[in-house]
């Protein structure tokens, strides 16, 4: 046989009502609770910082006395937080301590609305239309009944009030800090023990100064303050050994100015601005890289057929279209290195090995003409650069053109129209010639140009001749042929280069006239022979002369 149910849906419903309402109730409480908290400790917090920080302005206060205001104060308000915000959150009210409260508020209930909860959990049936009956009525006197007068409101007032005249007192105290120009920051950070710095009436916002320069160089150093703006300030540098004055001036408003030339070697700076002064600021001096051994590597065209060579820094004669390889020794690792090139005015980077940099590597294109020299600029892993870099000379070597001359026949010649003419010629070049040109024109009409077959060589020095067949041209007597030799190198970089013969002619004559000249020429050339004859016949005469007088004057 079942058990009844000890109560019935009616009752069950009207007990969970009371037990919302209880858990409203609850809420209400613990939130009371946690706002009371939190503005006690905010007041705490707020309230004794405040002091610290005025009578920091005020006295200077030291570290210890600081320390006994902070730390209870931050101690304090943890242990408010902990007690009044975790500790409700984690311990939540129980349905029986939230119906006392609400009884002790409202005491109509007397005990009915605890022995309603507890009895509304048991599942005894035997006493299920007793407590059936103390709900209902209990939940009839709870219908007019409001359980917010359960929550004492009183505490988070008062914690309010008196977090709003603590906000109001720091903030006039902020205000009056304001005008006369206190770093309430400064303050701040040394009521949480996080600087040592002295409260003042003009801040020291930022500095502005390498912290490394390279040895001799100017030191410049700006300043911008805050707060009570002096009209100048100090620096002082200390160098170990001995300590200089340098004078701040005023550049913009609430901006200042130093230089400290010729930097020798390492400082400690402090700047001194109205009633402040900064913290030590170290400036390194380093040395700057130095170039130690440069290597020229002289790498030729390809068309000249040299090897490369290695040239001396002071002897740097290059032919033009040459590149100039550079492996340069630096005193320190090098983070960044340039070539200078002078006449030019150009910079060219250097490639820096990860494994090696003390050796920058570079390349020079040596161009026809402007390059003069070149310079050196390093720039060490610090960000030091060299300074005052040598200029190594460079004399661009042109390649010379090549040279050709005509060796035979004479400038002036006469042909007949059916002659072959022998054309002899002599061609130079510094590194090779690479094309033979014959160049003519007839009658002063449209110039022709016949190439020569070299085979593909390009010979230095080259003597050559070859038949020319005036026949295949079918001139008529009276033609006038214009002639010339051209030679072009093999300079494919900065030429080519060509040098030419001057003109010669070939004049078209009869064969009566060429015999004629023929003639004429051998005439010229028996009075040359006789002549020749007749003064080794005089020679002989007066040397037998000679001969003759002597021998006589020997004898006694």
Known sequence: MKTKPPLTPEIRRELRRLQFRLAATRARLVATRIGAGIATAASLLLGIFAVEMTLDWLLHLPWLARASFSLPALAGAAWLLYREVLLPLVRMPSDHSVACAIERA?????????????????????????????????????????????????????????????????????ALARREHANVRLLLDRALLLTTRLPSRTQIDKIDCPTQIAAGED??????????????????????????????????????????????????????????????????????????????????PAYTGLSPILRLPGDLSLLAGSTLHLTVTASSPIRQATIHLAGLEKDLPMAIDPANKLQPRGEIPIPKEGLTGFSLRLVDEHGIASRDPAVYRIDIVPDRPPTVRITQPPPEELAT?????????????????????????????????????????????????????????????????????????????????????????????????????????????????????????????????RIFQKAEAKQP
């Open 417 to 545: 129209p059916a002659a072959v003419e022998l054309i002899a010629f002599h061609a130079e070049d510094d590194f090779g010639v690479a094309k033979l040109l014959l160049h003519y024109i007839v009658n002063g009409a449209a110039e022709k140009v016949t190439e020569f077959d070299l085979a593909g060589a390009t010979p230095r020095r080259l003597d050559r001749r070859f038949d020319w067949n005036l026949s295949s041209l079918k001139l008529a007597p009276g033609a006038i042929i214009d002639y010339w030799m051209e030679a072009i190198d093999a300079n494919n970089v900065t030429g080519p280069g060509s040098g030419v013969t001057d003109r010669a002619r070939i004049k078209i004559v009869t064969d009566d006239e060429k015999r004629a000249e023929l003639s004429a020429r051998m005439n010229d050339a028996l009075d040359s022979l006789g002549g020749v004859s007749q003064s080794e016949d005089d020679l002989s005469k007066s040397l037998g002369a």
């Open 219 to 300: 030191l410049n150093i700006d300043v911008q303050a805050g707060g009570l703006i002096p009209p100048s300030g100090l620096l002082v540098a200390d160098s170990g050994s001995a300590s200089s004055q340098y004078k701040l001036l005023p550049v913009a408003p609430g901006r200042f100015h130093a230089v400290i030339h010729s930097v020798p070697r390492s400082l400690t700076l402090r700047v001194l601005l109205g009633d402040t002064q900064s913290d030590p600021l170290i400036v390194t001096v380093l040395s700057p890289p130095v170039v130690l051994e440069v290597r020229c590597n002289d790498f030729y």
């Open 106 to 174: 409202m005491p109509v209930f007397q005990t009915r609305l605890i022995a309603s909860i507890q009895l509304g959990r048991a599942r005894d049936p035997r006493h299920g239309a007793l407590v059936g009956a103390l709900i209902r009525e209990t939940a009839a006197i709870a219908a007019g009944a409001d359980f917010r007068k359960a929550v004492k409101t009183a505490g988070l007032f008062r914690a309010l009030q008196l977090l709003v005249a603590v906000i109001f007192l720091s903030g006039g105290l902020a």
